[in-house]
C-alpha cells in the first residue's frame, strides 16, 4: 500500500463548476501538507501549503486537512480552463524528513 | 529574476552509455534533490543534497550518481544507462528549513533505447 494514494482521474468538469481533488495517507507523523500544479511538459509548482490540520484558503484555492481521518483536500471555485493540469498532493513529517508525493489527478476543465 | 534550469531538455540514448543530466539554480538555496516522474509513480526521489560535499540517497537512486561542488549545481550522472531509467527528471532545490517548498526545474525527457 501506498503512503499516499490519489485518483489520477482524469476529472473533467465544466467552466465555473466547484472541483474537489483529494488524498489520502496512511502515515500519522505527516504534519506538512502540499498542494502542486503541474502543466503539460512542465516543472510541477507550489500552490497551496498548509501545516497541521485545518482550512486555508487563497483565492479561488481553499486547502483542507483533516488529520484524524488522514484526508486532504484542494477545493477550486469558479474552475477555469487555465486551471486544467495535473494536481500533486504532498506531505512530510517535517524538515530533514521525506516529502511524499501522490500520483496526480489530472483535471480537465471545459469552456 | 533567480531561477533553475535543467539541461538538456530531451535526451535519446542507447543502453549501457553514461548520461550525465545537469541542473543549475540561481536561488542560492542549499537544498537540491532529483527526482523522476513516470506515469502511474508520481514523483521519486533520486538524491538530495543539504549543501556542498553533501549529497545522500533517495527511494529509488540505484543506478545513478550527484556530487555537489558548489552551491549552485547538482549534476546527476546514470552510470550506464537503462530501459528501466526511461523517464522525465526533475530538478527542484528549496531554502533550509522550508520543508516540501520546493521549486522545480522544467524537466529532462529521457530516453534510453
Known amino acids: 500500500q501506498k503512503e499516499v494514494e490519489q485518483d489520477p482521474g482524469p476529472l473533467s468538469v465544466p467552466e465555473g463548476a466547484i472541483v474537489s481533488l483529494n488524498c489520502t495517507y496512511s502515515?500519522?507523523?505527516?504534519?506538512?501538507f502540499m498542494w502542486y500544479r503541474q502543466y503539460s511538459r512542465k516543472g510541477p509548482e507550489l500552490l497551496m501549503y498548509t501545516y497541521s490540520s485545518g482550512n486555508k484558503e487563497d483565492g479561488r484555492f481553499t486547502a483542507q486537512v483533516d488529520k484524524s481521518s488522514k484526508y486532504i483536500s484542494l477545493f477550486i471555485r469558479d474552475s477555469q480552463p487555465s486551471d486544467s493540469a495535473t494536481y500533486l498532493c504532498?506531505?512530510?513529517?517535517?524538515?530533514?524528513?521525506?516529502?511524499?508525493f501522490g500520483a496526480g489527478t489530472i483535471l480537465r476543465v471545459k469552456s | 529574476d533567480a531561477e533553475i534550469t535543467q539541461s538538456p531538455r530531451h535526451k535519446i540514448t542507447e543502453t549501457g552509455r553514461q548520461v550525465t543530466l545537469a541542473c543549475h539554480q540561481t536561488?542560492?538555496?542549499?537544498?537540491m534533490f532529483w527526482y523522476r516522474q513516470d506515469l502511474g509513480h508520481g514523483l521519486r526521489l533520486i538524491h538530495y543534497s543539504y549543501g556542498v560535499q553533501d549529497t545522500n540517497k533517495g527511494e529509488v537512486s540505484d543506478g545513478y550518481s550527484v556530487s555537489r561542488s558548489n552551491t549552485e549545481d547538482l549534476p546527476l550522472t546514470l552510470e550506464s544507462a537503462a530501459s528501466s531509467q526511461t523517464s522525465v527528471y526533475f530538478c527542484?532545490?528549496?531554502?533550509?528549513?522550508?520543508?516540501?517548498?520546493?521549486?522545480f526545474g522544467e524537466g529532462s525527457r529521457l530516453t534510453v533505447l
Open positions: 527542484a532545490s528549496s531554502l533550509e528549513g522550508r520543508t516540501g517548498e520546493l521549486f
Open positions: 504532498a506531505m512530510t513529517a517535517g524538515y530533514g524528513n521525506k516529502l511524499v
Open positions: 536561488w542560492n538555496h542549499n537544498n
Open positions: 502515515n500519522s507523523a505527516f504534519q506538512y
